[in-house]
């Protein structure tokens, strides 16, 4: 059985920090591109960014670049997502995904979806 498991997630200021984690089971984790997904209230799943295997190349949503960076542990079968310059528009649930597929993803190239974590940045 497949899990994903999201961690990290919780109420922060703009302008604050934070990393969510995304500790995987039941699947061979150095197989699988990793990304991360949000959903605010109201709105679509978007893509925010991904990782290759080997942690050599990332993707990036635009509204992200700069602040958010993504990592992997293939040893800890765990990636990270680390949010700095956190503003009130990147509230919203966030989710761990794992996907056969390179690059920007959109939710139908997902194999594996996490249950997510809540963010909320406030004022």
């Known amino acids: 059985q497949v899990q994903l498991v999201e961690s990290g997630g919780g109420l922060v200021q703009t302008g604050g920090s934070l990393r969510l984690s995304c500790a995987t089971s039941g699947l061979t984790f150095r197989d699988y591109f990793m990304g991360w997904f949000r959903q605010a209230v109201g709105k679509e799943r978007e893509f925010v960014l991904s990782?290759?295997?080997?942690?050599?190349?990332?993707w990036y949503a635009d509204s992200v670049k700069g602040r958010f960076t993504i990592s992997r542990d293939n040893a800890k079968n765990t990636v990270y997502l680390q949010m700095n310059s956190l503003e009130i528009e990147d509230t919203a649930d966030y989710y761990c995904?794992?996907?056969?597929?390179?690059?920007?993803?959109?939710?139908?190239?997902?194999?594996?979806w996490g249950q997510g974590t809540q963010v909320t940045v406030s004022s």
């Open positions: 990782i290759s295997w080997n942690g050599r190349t990332t």
């Open positions: 995904a794992a996907s056969e597929i390179p690059g920007v993803l959109t939710a139908t190239m997902v194999n594996y």
